[in-house]
């Protein structure tokens, strides 16, 4: 599987930007996926999870509520809805596949990498 995110951009405090992570492979529609974040400094952090089917869906606290992710597994595609923007969320944002059906919150779950998507939010 080879993921390519994009959609990153520079944004101002409480607006919304849209990421994407278009797969190749057949198999993606049986995969979890997540979508993580890497801010300067920081360790790489868990952002969001959803399984192959989109049926479930797992959040880190400090984006519930303003964040949401989705698949429409018939274009491949992973979808990173963000609202409310924060200066907070400025990072490196990445797509992840885990090769199973599962969507840890460990990046080490997962096997598959995009090469990630500059957000940058101002004050």
């Known amino acids: 599987v080879q993921l390519q995110a994009s959609g990153g951009g520079l944004v101002q405090a409480g607006g919304s930007l849209r990421l994407s992570c278009a797969a190749s492979?057949?198999?993606?529609?049986?995969?979890?996926m997540g979508w993580f974040r890497q801010a300067p400094g920081k360790e790489r952090e868990f952002v969001a999870g959803?399984?192959?089917?989109?049926?479930?869906?797992l959040y880190v606290d400090s984006v519930k509520g303003r964040f949401t992710i989705s698949r429409d597994n018939a274009k491949n595609t992973v979808y990173l809805q963000m609202n409310s923007l924060k200066p907070e969320d400025t990072a490196v944002y990445y797509c992840?596949?885990?090769?199973?059906?599962?969507?840890?919150?460990?990046?080490?779950?997962?096997?598959?990498w995009g090469q990630g998507t500059q957000v940058t939010v101002s004050s």
């Open positions: 492979g057949r198999t993606f529609s049986r995969y979890g």
């Open positions: 959803i399984s192959w089917s989109g049926a479930s869906t």
């Open positions: 992840a596949a885990t090769g199973s059906s599962g969507f840890p919150k460990d990046q080490y779950g997962y096997n598959y």
